[in-house]
């Protein structure tokens, strides 16, 4: 991940409702959720919701998908560990001192179990 794409990110993730929106996601994983369910789960309107989607997708946080007449949202996992990456690839003077962070795979949580989340609207 270059400097220009992490600049971007890390702006997109420094304010407190696109924060919030991303950390739903990630704890979602894979299968998403409507952003019906992202608005009511952090109480935030439609159109302010919108306005941090587009805000996430611009930086390549999330993407979106279509489900009939729904938009599935989900968070960009590799863009997270390139971004952790980046920020954590010269600790320790180059010393080996921590296992490097991982996104984990998908429909798997971070013990290794299978996951299942109910994303209907």
């Given at each position: 991940?270059?400097?220009?794409?992490?600049?971007?990110?890390?702006?997109?993730?420094?304010?407190?409702?696109?924060?919030?929106?991303?950390?739903?996601?990630?704890?979602?994983?894979?299968?998403?959720?409507?952003?019906?369910?992202?608005?009511?789960?952090?109480?935030?309107?439609?159109?302010?919701?919108?306005?941090?989607l587009k805000e996430?997708?611009?930086?390549?946080?999330?993407?979106?998908?279509?489900?009939?007449?729904?938009?599935?949202?989900?968070?960009?996992?590799?863009?997270?560990?390139?971004?952790?990456?980046?920020?954590?690839?010269?600790?320790?003077?180059?010393?080996?001192?921590?296992?490097?962070?991982?996104?984990?795979?998908?429909?798997?949580?971070?013990?290794?179990?299978?996951?299942?989340?109910?994303?209907?609207?």
């Amino acid at each position: 991940m270059d400097t220009k794409h992490v600049l971007k990110a890390l702006a997109a993730l420094a304010q407190e409702s696109r924060l919030a929106i991303f950390r739903l996601l990630i704890q979602t994983g894979p299968a998403g959720l409507y952003a019906s369910k992202i608005g009511e789960a952090l109480h935030i309107s439609s159109s302010a919701l919108s306005f941090h989607l587009k805000e996430l997708s611009h930086a390549n946080l999330v993407v979106a998908r279509q489900e009939g007449r729904f938009v599935v949202y989900t968070a960009q996992f590799d863009t997270m560990t390139a971004l952790v990456g980046f920020l954590t690839e010269n600790c320790c003077a180059g010393e080996a001192c921590a296992v490097p962070a991982q996104a984990c795979p998908p429909g798997v949580d971070a013990a290794g179990n299978a996951r299942a989340h109910d994303t209907r609207p």
